[in-house]
């Protein structure tokens, strides 16, 4: 396994990924099996979200007994205001059963929505006060459209930002240098264009072949399936 680091992060990750979407498919013994098989084989990173229904839950009881130290772990949170943030990071926390959470991301956010993210009594208030009481290491933030990526990459709090990159979307090629340039981690998402793509070797190739995905990359495929 590969390894590289996130950015300005500073955290030493596999840059390939697991996506914790597919968790919703299987059961709490299936996911330990999976953390179990990922340890073994040295992927160190994790995502997953609030909006995932289980997946959080799954993970945290999976990640009990010892493998928690043995993974990155990343969430995100679709809150946009202060209140409604802490309530989540508190949430992730517990389902997480942990007392710390790596990397938490403000999960897909608008243009004007990143705007309310940053106003007074915005979520990056509950991020910046959960970040300084060591509850989350850092902050990142999520993104579909690449208005947001550019948007994301001029806020000086942004540590990370997770963006679609494969075969058929390169439309976040420039920010990804950009990226690169700014020491901001570049987390690629939908690597595999969500399903749509069936060779995954290929799939991968294409992304690793981009030098500003092979230095600061952790390959996350949410689609593949878990087999038990």
Same mark, same amino acid.
């Given at each position: ?107 897909? #956010? ?9 106003? #007074? ?108």
């Amino acid at each position: 396994m590969e390894y590289t680091t996130l950015g300005k992060t500073g955290l030493r990750v596999s840059r390939m990924g697991f996506g914790g979407i597919p968790i919703q498919k299987v059961d709490a013994s299936v996911t330990r099996k999976l953390m179990e098989r990922l340890a073994e084989r040295g992927v160190n990173y994790i995502d997953t979200a609030r909006g995932y229904t289980v997946s959080e839950s799954f993970l945290g009881e999976a990640l009990e007994g010892g493998l928690r130290e043995k993974f990155v772990l990343a969430t995100k949170s679709m809150s946009r205001t202060k209140e409604a943030m802490a309530q989540d990071i508190e949430t992730s926390l517990h389902n997480l059963r942990t007392d710390y959470i790596d990397l938490y991301q403000i999960h897909n #956010p608008s243009l004007a929505e990143l705007e309310q993210v940053t106003a #007074p009594g915005g979520a990056l208030e509950a991020l910046l006060e959960a970040k300084a009481a060591g509850r989350i290491g850092h902050i990142g933030v999520t993104a579909h459209m690449a208005s947001v990526f550019e948007k994301a990459l001029t806020m000086d709090w942004v540590e990370t930002v997770m963006f679609p990159y494969n075969i058929v979307e390169t439309q976040g090629e420039a920010l990804m240098q950009r990226c690169r340039e700014l020491n901001v981690g570049f987390i690629c998402m939908k690597p595999m264009a969500g399903g749509a793509l069936e060779d995954a070797r290929l799939a991968l190739r294409f992304i690793r072949q981009n030098e500003n995905v092979k230095r600061n990359i952790t390959n996350h495929n949410k689609y593949r399936k878990i087999e038990e």
